[in-house]
């Protein structure tokens, strides 16, 4: 009898790599004796971690071991496999293909970018941090011409508003492969890879020089996780100026991909180094960073001060640095090719030529540098900082607390006196950051017009915020709706796709205007204006928001819910007004048209104050109200019930 067969059994032990990712660890024909996952990542195969035993602990009742499931969510999906350096190709066709090879390949969700990135090693007293590093550094070897076109970009469509880097000498860095050096820079690195090709996909691109479809593969998700995974699973050894950068950009991304508990998360990442490393006070600086460190370092700090008020005002939430609290100079008003680490040079004079219309001629000027508009923007945040304070010092008192503002403070001022001051300052710019022309794809020029589009941004949102405290009736709400609406689609729709999701929420502001008047009382020409307004609103949503990958759509929803306002007047309407010609005496006369179905209303709520209206009633006597049933009002494109954010203007659409 032939002997009986052995049975085939698993491998008793996995190695480091595959164990760390929980994937099955299978031999190959690699001449150096790896498994397959560890051949194809080209990482060295080792089985370093130390032995536990098994079975249940005596004494113990169990010994279970959770294994936690990440589970993939939009702007945070794990990554998949990535090939060695070796079989990589620099062309934009064969790297294409290189990771569409991957879906073939076996992985626990189907999705070729998700067996990848599980997180940091969980196995008390054992580490494989550097299998994780090698294999985003073969990652990024591989992908290094994308890289450098990401970088590229990003002085493009992100750096107008987010400085955070020196142009020259961060691209020199990138070059020089630095970031496959500097395991702190290398997470920036891959943050501002993630955050240009999350913009590219949505379409932020302008300039000619750049194809959308060559910048979005790898995917914004696969150089978020690379980013993520180059922390230290103790944040308190991410020390230096890079990994505050990188939870920056993160945070920032994380609102581009619409994950914003994520960019609450690399917001309070970001505040923790920076209130470790001193970064909100200059004496507390290392002594020797040079002077690009030092302009990089004020532009990071002021540029996330503005983004903490942003978020708070759009997303709720308490601002975590105040202006008060902070020793940091505002960023020197020079181009990046002015600041060396030699120190800064004079730029040269302007000739008469560059002169705006609004300058004098013959008078001595300046060569003005568009930091100039971007250290204004952070004076209207500054004012934001102090507004939002007066708006929530309505709410303190719910708290149970007793009132100690009056101790210190006066009254609030109102919206136009504030208005007053604050456009006085704009008047005061130079006409380049008062004036929004084309894009023309010299950076030198759009670079003033960023500043301009981001100003009356802030501007409006600066509007918004301070009538949010205020009780405005219908006509004025309409008013300022229209003129925000009128500021916005005067700027270039170039900008505004540039500056990318975190401008949508301003829109928000204006739509929950409108929407706010919607649920209140109308009169049929009120509901017209209001109508008009909302159809512009979606009109300039459809311009800005094409390619969106997050918020597509709300324009759609928008036009859907008029839709469906405009079906309900059509046939439930009670109250039908027209106004003649005036007769011959000159006397105007409102006629009111009652249909007979009417009498006893049984979907329309009459405003409590309405004053009834008769046939001989003037044109300027108040109309008849009506009210639109709360079942017409409930699918906005932004929230209207703003309980959870202290009276704020909910901003944010969903």
């Known amino acids: 009898m032939s002997p009986k067969p052995r049975k085939l059994q698993r491998v008793s032990k996995a190695c480091d790599f595959c164990n760390r990712r929980s994937i099955k660890c299978g031999t190959s024909e690699d001449r150096l004796g ?53 079989r990589a190709s620099g062309s934009s066709a064969s790297r294409s293909s290189m990771y569409h090879e991957t879906a073939s390949r076996p992985s626990l969700t189907g999705d070729p970018w998700i067996s990848f990135n599980t997180g940091w090693s969980t196995t008390e007293g054992y580490d494989d941090d550097g299998a994780l590093r090698n294999s985003w550094k073969a990652f990024a070897i591989s992908s290094d011409q994308q890289i450098r076109n990401l970088v590229q970009v990003y002085f493009e469509i992100v ?40 913009r590219a996909r949505d379409g932020a691109l302008y300039s000619t020089r750049w194809q959308r479809e060559e910048l979005i593969e790898p995917p914004s998700e696969a150089f978020y996780a690379a980013a993520k995974d180059s922390f230290p699973r103790d944040l308190a050894l991410a020390r230096g100026f890079n990994y505050m950068r990188a939870c920056a950009i993160l945070a920032i991304a994380s609102i581009q991909n619409g994950q914003i508990k994520n960019l609450q998360k690399y917001s309070g990442m970001y505040h923790t180094l920076t209130t470790m490393e001193g970064l909100h006070d200059e004496k507390l600086w290392p002594k020797d960073i040079g002077i690009i460190e030092t302009e990089e370092r004020r532009r990071l700090f002021w540029s996330i001060y503005t983004l903490d008020i942003y978020a708070s005002i759009v997303w709720g939430g308490i601002i975590r640095y105040r202006e008060a609290h902070s020793l940091v100079r505002y960023p020197s008003e020079l181009d990046d090719e002015f600041i060396t680490p030699h120190g800064y040079s004079l730029p040269p004079s302007p000739k008469s030529s560059t002169l705006g219309p ?22 209207l945040y500054r004012i934001l900082e102090h507004v939002v304070d007066g708006t929530r010092r309505r709410f303190s008192s719910a708290n149970g607390t007793t009132e100690v503002w009056s101790l210190f403070s006066p009254a609030s001022m109102s919206e136009p006196a504030v208005m007053e001051r604050v456009l006085s300052m704009y008047t005061a710019l130079p006409s380049q950051f008062r004036e929004t022309p084309p894009t023309t794809g010299d950076m030198s020029k759009d670079l003033f017009g960023f500043q301009s589009a981001n100003i009356q941004a802030t501007l409006q949102l600066l509007r918004m915020v301070l009538l949010s405290a205020e009780e405005i009736g219908v006509d004025r709400k309409c008013d300022v709706a229209g003129e925000l609406l009128s500021v916005f689609s005067k700027v270039p729709v170039e900008y505004l796709k540039a500056i990318s999701s975190p401008l949508l929420h301003h829109l928000g502001g204006i739509g929950y205007i409108l929407g706010s008047v919607m649920e209140g009382s109308l ?28 918020s597509a759509g709300a324009s759609q929803r928008l036009r859907s819910q008029v839709d ?36 006893v209303p049984p979907t329309v709520y009459p405003h409590a104050g309405a004053a009834q209206v008769g046939a001989t009633a003037g044109v300027g006597d108040q109309m008849m109200q009506f009210q639109l049933p709360p079942e017409l009002l409930t699918n906005w494109p932004w929230p209207l019930d703003n309980s959870h954010s202290e009276g704020f203007l909910p901003l944010a659409f969903e």
């Open 358 to 379: 609004g300058d004098t001629p013959g008078v001595s000027q300046q060569r003005v540098s568009w930091m100039h508009g971007w250290n204004f923007t952070t004076d």
């Open 564 to 599: 469906r306002i405009d079906g309900y007047m059509r046939t439930s309407r009670l109250v039908n007004f027209s106004v003649p010609p005036p007769p011959p005496n000159g006397a105007s006369v409102l006629q009111v048209n009652i249909k007979p179905e009417a009498m």
């Open 34 to 86: 790896r498994c397959q996952n560890c051949a194809d990542f080209d990482v060295p195969c080792t089985y370093d971690r130390p032995a536990k035993r098994r079975g249940v602990k005596a004494g113990a009742k169990g010994n279970i071991r959770e294994t936690p499931v990440q589970t993939s969510s939009v702007g945070q999906l794990p990554v998949g496999r990535v090939p060695a350096p070796e």
């Open 523 to 550: 009169s049929d020409a009120s509901y017209q204006r209001v109508r008009t307004l909302l159809l512009e609103m979606a009109d300039l949503l459809h311009r800005f928001e094409t390619g969106l990958h997050r």
């Open 159 to 198: 750096y107008p508003i987010f400085p955070l880097f020196h142009k020259q000498s961060f691209i020199e860095r990138i070059n020089n492969q630095e970031h496959l050096r500097n395991q702190g820079l290398f997470a920036s690195t891959m943050a501002v890879c993630a955050l240009v090709s999350g």
